[in-house]
């Protein structure tokens, strides 16, 4: 891993991952929640980069809704498949067959019914099956999952922390930036992807490609980030420098 350089937040665009990132991993999606020092810092940062700021998730967006609050930024959710900007308004969605993703969703929960600890969370375009409660049904799911895939081409599995999803082909985190970097206030700005997990990858790979910055937080040293940092609180460290710097 390189030394993380100093960023002119002037000249960035920042696309920030949440869970296990901004935030530390908690046992249920909903036990995670955004405190007050953490909403002015991501609010401060908006407004040093001249509003290209994005939170990149495997969250849908009325998840991330509900974390942000009262504060609003743009958003990329269930892994690339939604986009909401502010300036200027949009709102984007993958095109999705609403009756086929309702049959996985019931598929998936009558499965996991039969299994103690694993729960499902539907989103609006993906299926997430946790294990955290119970880690040694994680090969039962994921072989559950590849049976599923083969009936459902157009779906693949991806593998996160304590999770197996099911998320359609043809999008993911990399996707959904390179077409926000199309789009000002994105554009012609270089960007920085911060994320921790397997499904951050795409998107740290593509970065790289185009000679950004790519930062994987955690102790995990499978990732073709090029940066480090070693936890959630350590980047928030870092932000803060980055935007001490904006503001000197």
């Known amino acids: 891993m390189m030394l993380l350089p100093s960023v002119p937040l002037e000249q960035?665009?920042?696309f920030l991952d949440v869970d296990g990132t901004l935030v530390p991993l908690a046992p249920t999606p909903e036990a995670v929640y955004f405190d007050a020092e953490l909403k002015e810092l991501l609010a401060e940062l908006y407004e040093a980069t001249g509003q290209a700021l994005c939170l990149v998730s495997g969250r849908d967006q009325c998840s991330l809704e509900q974390l942000c609050g009262s504060l609003d930024l743009p958003l990329i959710g269930c892994h690339g498949a939604t986009?909401?900007?502010l300036q200027p308004a949009l709102q984007w969605s993958a095109p999705i067959d609403f009756d086929c993703h309702q049959q996985l969703i019931h598929t998936c929960t009558q499965w996991c019914d039969t299994k103690e600890g694993v729960r499902v969370e539907p989103k609006s375009h993906s299926i997430a099956i946790h294990y955290r409660a119970q880690p040694h049904y994680r090969a039962a799911?994921?072989?559950f999952l590849t049976e599923l895939v083969e009936v459902y081409p157009e779906y693949v599995v991806v593998a996160g922390k304590c999770v197996w999803e099911l998320r359609q082909a043809y999008f993911n985190k990399a996707t959904a930036i390179?077409?926000?970097l199309?789009?000002?206030p994105f554009k012609d700005r270089l960007p920085i992807m911060i994320g921790d997990d397997?499904?951050?990858e795409p998107a740290f790979a593509w970065t790289n490609t185009q000679g950004g910055l790519s930062v994987h937080v955690g102790s995990s040293t499978?990732?073709?980030?090029?940066y480090k940092v070693a936890s959630p609180?350590?980047?928030r460290h870092l932000l803060g420098r980055w935007l001490h710097l904006a503001n000197a």
């Open 83 to 85: 986009i909401r900007l």
């Open 233 to 235: 609180e350590a980047l």
């Open 12 to 14: 960035a665009a920042l």
């Open 198 to 200: 397997v499904t951050d």
């Open 222 to 226: 499978q990732t073709c980030a090029r």
């Open 178 to 180: 390179a077409q926000l």
């Open 141 to 143: 799911i994921y072989a």
């Open 182 to 184: 199309q789009t000002p």
